[in-house]
């Protein structure tokens, strides 16, 4: 019943930014964690960016840092100053219940949007 659908990627230049949105329906936890990941054609899903929606804290990968910012009440994806290292397949994810706090790992979240790419070119 849960649904995540990605939406707001596509192809930038170096140095350019993108806002992500994950739409969420169906019903899960409210101020359940929820994240960001990214993969990278041969490589492992990764962990982006975490939000705990019940405590309002976020997490950030240490490669995105001071680039990226995900909203505590959206879960929007603020990327800015884009490389082509960020290039890959976006993903929205969620988990079903409540938590104190969000891991980084992919196998602990429930649910799973699409995935919406982004390319960055030099």
């Known amino acids: 019943q849960v649904q995540l659908v990605e939406s707001g990627g596509g192809s930038v230049q170096a140095g350019g930014s993108l806002r992500l949105r994950c739409a969420v329906s169906g019903h899960t936890a409210r101020r359940a964690c929820m994240a960001w990941f990214r993969q990278a054609p041969g490589n492992e899903r990764e962990v982006v960016a975490t939000?705990?929606?019940?405590t309002g804290t976020t997490d950030y990968a240490d490669s995105v840092k001071g680039r990226f910012t995900i909203s505590p009440n959206t879960v929007a994806l603020q990327m800015n100053s884009l490389t082509p290292d960020d290039t890959g397949v976006y993903y929205c994810a969620a988990k079903r219940d409540a938590a104190y706090s969000c891991s980084s790992d992919r196998r602990w979240y429930n649910y799973w949007g699409q995935g919406t790419q982004v390319t960055v070119s030099s």
């Open positions: 939000v705990n929606r019940m």
